[in-house]
């Protein structure tokens, strides 16, 4: 089975730009979390996806915004680039039934300049 | 709110030693917990993970983990390190309704001496 895939790896973006950045889950993974990590604060969680839906969300601001598509795959989105928001960006999905055993992707790099 | 702690951030082994790292949680219901291994540039991999039963777990790559109840501890343990096992590790702790429940530890580095 195919594993978690993201796209695109690596990004460079400017103050103020927004981006999109998209993640496909695991065949038969309908719950899809997306995670920022920096060396600063760690692996952080934004929000998870389940059904179309947003189920959970973490504690960052409206910049930050997701969505999922009927087949399970999810983008997010940062408006307004800040030079903060350099970071990798995981995304992870879960199987049916185990929402807290998550298989990750490789991530994608943002660099905001 | 529920926490993890890792106390080192830096661990060095040299190749065929064993491997000890140490996590603390808290967390007020019975937690699951997991560790994950993150290669440079790559994405986390799930090693182990304990829901319930047997307090001794087996995981990939020769890796298994103790959960104590009393000392709110799950440590990962490796009976003899390869230099490919040096990466960055992570233990995390959650419950089945996940969300921002999810917590990851701050990470310990490994380093393998050749």
């Known amino acids: 089975k195919a594993g978690v895939t993201q796209t695109p790896r690596y990004l460079i973006k400017t103050r103020g730009q927004q981006v999109t950045l998209s993640c496909s889950p695991i065949s038969g993974h309908r719950s899809v979390s997306w995670y920022q990590q920096t060396p600063g604060q760690g692996l952080q969680f934004l929000f998870e996806y389940f059904s179309e839906t947003q189920r959970n969300k973490g504690n960052f601001p409206g910049r930050f915004s997701g969505r999922q598509f009927s087949n399970s795959r999810s983008e997010m989105n940062v408006s307004t680039l800040e030079l903060g928001d350099s970071a990798l960006y995981l995304c992870?999905?879960?199987?049916?039934?185990?929402?807290?055993?998550?298989?990750f992707g490789p991530g994608t790099r943002l660099l905001v300049l | 709110a529920q926490s993890v702690t890792q106390p080192d951030i830096h661990i060095t082994v040299s190749e065929g030693a064993s491997l000890e790292l140490r996590c603390n949680y808290s967390y007020g219901a019975t937690p699951y917990l997991f560790w994950y291994v993150q290669s440079p540039g790559q994405g986390l991999q799930l090693l182990l993970k304990y829901f319930s039963g047997d307090t001794l777990v087996q995981g990939i790559k020769g890796f298994e983990a103790e959960f104590k109840r009393s000392q709110s501890s799950f440590n990962l343990r490796k009976p003899s390190v390869h230099w490919s096992d040096a990466a960055e590790y992570f233990c995390?702790?959650?419950?089945?309704?996940?969300?921002?429940?999810?917590?990851f530890g701050p990470g310990t580095r490994l380093s393998v001496l050749p």
């Open positions: 995390a702790v959650g419950n089945d309704n996940y969300g921002q429940n999810f917590v």
């Open positions: 992870a999905s879960s199987p049916p039934g185990q929402a807290s055993t998550q298989y």
